[in-house]
C-alpha cells in the first residue's frame, strides 16, 4: 500500500460478517506485515456490549451510525488524527456531511459502506404463492396478514434489529420513524404482533443462506445482502432467483462506521487499516462482493456497474427521497423499544 509504514505489530478487528474480500484481508497482512485477528458480529446490540463494558481488545469496530453517536457521547472512541489518515481526501463531503448529525465535526469515525434495510425475496416462490399481484415494491407484502399468512408457508424471516423494524413499522403507520413517543410505540407493537405468527424467525444473518437455499422466500434484511446472496444461488445453479425492493413507503438508511476505540492496544495499526480500506481501488472490490456502496468519491466509480446504476442498492434520487435517517432515542424510549422488541419476539 503506498505509504504504509512498515509494521511488524498486531491487529484486531470486529467487523460484521461476509463484510470484506479475503482478499483485501491478505493485502494488508502481506504489504504491513501486521498479524491481523478479524471475527465477526450479527448485530449492533453485540457490539455495543463489548464496547459499553470497556476492554473489548479490538482496534477497529464498525458501529452503525446510529449506535456510533451514543457510543460517541459515551465516550468510547478516540479522536480522529486526521494527520494519520492521507486517504481521507477520497471521501464524499455530502455524506461526510449528512453523518455530521451523529458524530459531529467528522470526528470519531469514517463511513465503510452505507445502505439500507429492504425486502428481499425468491421470485419463484413468491409467484407461486401470491401470482402475479405481489406487492413486492411495499411494506404491504409482510405487514398485511392477507399476505403474510399465506407466505408463511414458504418462510419469512426479519433482521434481529429492534432499532431497524420498528422504525419501519412506525414509517408504514405513518408515525415518525423517530418516535419519542410511547403511544407509536404501541402501535408498531401492535402491527408486527398481528403478524408475528407468520415470521419464522429474527435473526440478523441465517436469513442470507436460508434465501439463496430457497429456505425462506421473504425477508426483511439489508440490502447488499441480498444482492451478495443472489450471487450464492447462482453460483449453486440451484434455482433460485434473489430479488430486492425498497418499498414504496420507504426505508431506513444507514451507514457503518470504522472506529478506534479509545483503549485500543494497537493504535498506529488501527490507523493504517484504515487508511488503507480508504484507498479507492482496495474498498471498490469490497463493493462489488458485498452489493453496497462506498462513501468513497473514486471508489464508488470503480464499482461495477450492476451494483452502481441498481437503485435499489445505490439509491436514485427517488429513492433516496423515500429514505429516512434514524437518531438515537432518549435512554427512556430506547427501553419502552427494548421491551416491546422482547414482546414481539417472544410472540407474547
Known amino acids: 500500500m503506498p505509504g504504509a509504514l512498515a ?5 484486531r478487528v470486529y467487523n460484521w460478517s461476509d463484510y470484506i474480500t479475503p482478499q483485501a484481508l491478505t493485502d494488508f497482512k502481506n504489504q504491513t506485515g501486521i ?17 459499553l463494558a470497556g476492554r473489548s481488545g479490538y482496534d477497529v469496530v464498525v458501529p452503525s451510525n446510529t449506535f456510533l453517536a451514543k457510543q460517541v457521547q459515551a465516550g468510547v472512541f478516540l479522536t480522529l488524527d486526521r494527520s494519520k489518515l ?35 425475496y425468491n421470485v419463484d416462490k413468491v409467484q407461486a404463492v401470491l401470482g402475479d399481484s405481489a406487492p413486492v415494491d411495499s411494506w404491504d407484502l409482510i405487514f398485511k396478514q392477507e399476505y403474510a399468512s399465506k407466505l408463511a408457508k414458504c418462510g419469512i424471516a426479519f433482521i ?6 420498528i422504525p419501519i413499522a412506525l414509517n408504514y403507520l405513518k408515525l415518525s420513524p423517530n418516535s419519542t413517543k410511547v403511544a407509536d410505540y404501541e402501535q408498531a ?22 434465501i439463496a437455499s430457497g ?21 449453486a445453479n440451484n434455482g433460485v432467483q434473489v430479488a430486492m425492493r425498497q418499498p414504496k413507503e420507504g426505508a431506513p438508511i444507514w451507514f457503518d462506521m ?16 484504515i487508511n488503507y480500506l480508504l484507498q479507492p481501488a482496495v474498498i471498490a472490490p469490497i463493493s462489488d462482493k458485498t452489493g453496497y456502496p462506498n462513501p468513497n468519491k473514486e471508489g464508488i466509480k470503480q464499482v461495477k456497474s450492476e451494483i452502481r446504476d441498481n ?38
Not at 434481529?160 to 423494524?165: A, E, G, H, L, V
Not at 470504522?258 to 487499516?273: G, R, S, T, W
Open 86 to 120: 492521507p486517504n481521507w481526501q477520497y471521501l464524499d463531503p455530502t455524506l461526510m456531511a449528512l453523518l455530521q448529525e451523529n458524530d459531529p465535526g467528522n470526528q470519531h469515525a469514517i463511513p465503510y459502506m452505507y445502505g439500507t434495510v429492504i425486502l428481499g
Open 160 to 165: 434481529d434489529s429492534p432499532s431497524d423494524i
Open 189 to 210: 407493537k401492535a402491527l408486527l404482533l398481528s403478524v408475528r405468527p407468520y415470521i419464522r424467525y429474527f435473526h440478523s444473518s441465517k436469513y442470507m443462506n436460508d
Open 258 to 273: 470504522l472506529a478506534i476505540p479509545k483503549d485500543a492496544p494497537d493504535v498506529d495499526e488501527a490507523y493504517q487499516f
Open 35 to 51: 498479524k491481523l485477528t478479524y471475527d465477526v458480529f450479527d448485530t449492533n446490540e453485540a457490539l455495543e456490549a463489548k464496547l
Open 311 to 348: 437503485p435499489d442498492l445505490v439509491p436514485s434520487a427517488a429513492n433516496m427521497a423515500r429514505l429516512f435517517p434514524l437518531k438515537p432515542l432518549p435512554a427512556k424510549v430506547e427501553r419502552v423499544r427494548t421491551r416491546i422488541w422482547n414482546t414481539i419476539k417472544s410472540g407474547t
Open 7 to 11: 509494521a511488524t505489530g498486531e491487529l
Open 215 to 235: 429456505d425462506i422466500c421473504v425477508a426483511i434484511g439489508y440490502s447488499g445482502s441480498f444482492y451478495q446472496f443472489g450471487n450464492v444461488a447462482k453460483d
